[in-house]
């Protein structure tokens, strides 16, 4: 692999440019850089040094954000949540839900974030 230098002032600086990536990190991407800088910073390094970082928390915000809709939708199944109660009593709905969406969040950052 050739670098290419590109000189300033008295120095040659190595010409590096990192791969586009488009896709956002979102929520669960950014609290996952924030775990790796703090408790992995050499893994943390060498994903920015590798210009794969931007690329492996995207990914693994697409990953959480499936995970967390599955979970989401098996509790809201398994403990009886349904649009009838949304329609008969919409504040106990949106209790319950806030409630799973919390627990399911909760699984997630153990589970993906804090690993």
Do not use: F
């Not at 893994?43 to 794969?52: R, V």
């Not at 697409?62 to 967390?68: F, I, K, P, S, T």
């Amino acid at each position: 692999m050739e670098i290419a230098y590109v000189k300033c002032g008295d120095y040659y600086i190595p010409d590096l440019t990192l791969p586009e990536e488009t896709r956002p990190i979102g929520k669960w991407g950014r609290m996952h850089r924030e775990y790796l800088k703090a408790k992995h910073p050499i893994t943390y390094t060498n994903l920015i040094l590798s210009g794969k970082l931007w690329t492996y928390l995207a990914d693994l915000n697409e990953q959480a954000q499936l995970r967390l809709d599955t979970l989401v939708s098996q509790m809201k199944d398994s403990e009886g949540i349904t649009e009838a109660l949304k329609a008969s009593d919409p504040m106990a709905w949106v209790r319950h839900m806030n409630n799973i969406r919390a627990r399911a969040e909760e699984i997630l950052r153990e589970e993906l974030i804090s690993v």
